[in-house]
């Protein structure tokens, strides 16, 4: 802000009983309010009044950086924001955008996952995606990515960050056109929410095996059940575990032996992997 600028109300100072309105309130460049006015005659500057609907707003970002962009199918964290210039995001009843997730969503808060969601009805143009925020169990918002471009219907993969604390979230994806190729301030509009629930599993627990070498390229695994899987290639495949103790060929010093536990998909995720050095 660089100049005074005027109110609607008359100053104090102006008689509107007696003739023309000779004063009327402002505003000083800093912010400090003069009620009993100035003369009409200056040259101050004014500012535009509007009604906004709130119900209207979908979500806010900060107006400069608010809004991360990044690769299709990826998600950016939202950072925190403590200032007072907002960029808005409109509801357009007119978009009849749905979608929805091919399976239930539930990824590993050890190592993320993907989600497979299909959508149709999104709007198509250069400035037109299928956008979506996470969101945790109070409505806050997280992250935000963009799943599809100029594309009107089909199946993206959301890739959900590793990290997340386990627990409960909201996928809302929604058809969205996108101005800030334009400004940082441009408005944007967006159909409303599609909300997809979501589940960050906790790990299962990690495998405590042992190995106990029997020959020079073998031996037997042990301490481990038939809910675990190894691996004697550095993890690029992996074997079923068979019983509480599993004899392996093929075991090399440079790819050690890898184990790990599979996680049941509802309560728990796979474990984190145990490598077991091998000499």
């Keep these: 802000q660089t100049s005074d600028w005027w109110l609607r109300s008359p100053g104090l100072n ?12 402002y505003v000083t460049s800093d912010g400090n309010l003069r009620p009993y006015g100035a003369s009409i005659s200056n040259d101050y500057a004014v500012r535009p009044a509007f009604c906004l609907n709130l119900s209207s707003v979908l979500f806010t970002f900060a107006a400069q950086g608010g809004k991360p962009s990044g690769k299709i199918g990826e998600l950016s964290e939202v950072p925190d924001y403590d200032g007072n210039e907002w960029r808005l995001t409109l ?14 969503a539930s990824v590993s808060s050890l190592t993320g996952g993907s989600v497979q969601i299909t959508y149709r009805g999104a709007w198509t143009g250069n400035n037109e995606f299928v956008s979506v925020l996470l969101c945790d169990n109070s409505g806050t918002v997280l992250y935000y990515g963009n799943i599809a471009h100029d ?13 997340l604390a386990p627990g409960d979230y909201t996928l809302k994806v929604f058809s969205e056109q996108y101005n800030g190729f334009y400004s940082n301030r441009y408005t944007d509009y967006a159909s409303p929410f599609q909300n997809i629930s979501l589940k960050i599993l906790p790990p299962a627990e990690t495998p405590n095996a042992s190995f106990t070498a029997t020959g020079d390229s073998g031996g037997t695994l042990s301490n481990v059940d038939t809910n675990m899987r190894y691996s004697v290639v550095g993890g690029e ?30 309560n728990t995720a796979d474990s984190a992997v145990q490598t077991i050095d091998v000499t």
């Design 14 to 25: 102006s008689d509107i009983f007696s003739g023309p309105l000779r004063n009327a309130a």
């Design 91 to 104: 509801k357009d009843y007119g978009r009849l955008f749905t979608a929805r997730a091919i399976e239930p």
């Design 151 to 163: 594309s009107e219907y089909g199946t993206a993969t959301l890739n959900i960050p590793a990290g």
């Design 237 to 266: 495949t992996w074997n079923n575990i068979t019983g509480t103790t599993m004899e392996i060929t093929d075991v090399r010093e440079e790819k050690d032996v890898k184990v790990y536990r599979i996680g049941d998909g509802t």
